[in-house]
């Protein structure tokens, strides 16, 4: 059991973290995790999209160097995109039925 100044600190706490934020409050008392606000996955994108278009200049210009890379900067790409995707947290969220 805690003490009563214990339980009245942890209610100072927990007010404070009401009025500061009320949404990270709402997540802790429901038991769900608030989802990253960042996603990081863009640079992916960027690198496959250049590695698509060093390609692309590989087939125009007919030059086997530019293929080459092209084509294995773009599946290293989908492979880390895929690699990062398993790492990162997934918030499952299940609506309440009333």
Request: proline content about 7%.
């Given at each position: 059991?805690?003490?009563q100044?214990?339980?009245?600190?942890?209610?100072?706490?927990?007010s404070?973290?009401?009025?500061?934020d009320?949404?990270?409050?709402?997540?802790?008392?429901?038991?769900k995790?608030?989802?990253?606000?960042?996603?990081?996955?863009?640079?992916?994108?960027?690198?496959?999209?250049?590695?698509a278009?060093?390609?692309?200049?590989?087939?125009?210009v007919?030059a086997?160097?530019?293929?080459?890379?092209?084509t294995?900067?773009?599946?290293?790409?989908?492979?880390a995109?895929?690699?990062?995707g398993?790492?990162v947290?997934?918030?499952?969220?299940?609506?309440?039925?009333?």
């Open positions: 059991m805690l003490s100044y214990d339980r009245q600190q942890l209610e100072m706490i927990a404070r973290l009401r009025m500061d009320p949404d990270l409050a709402k997540a802790l008392r429901d038991g995790p608030r989802p990253d606000p960042t996603n990081r996955r863009w640079p992916f994108v960027m690198i496959a999209t250049l590695s278009l060093v390609f692309l200049a590989g087939i125009l007919g086997f160097g530019f293929l080459f890379v092209g294995a900067a773009f599946a290293l790409t989908v492979l995109y895929r690699r990062y398993r790492r947290p997934r918030v499952r969220v299940s609506r309440r039925r009333y």
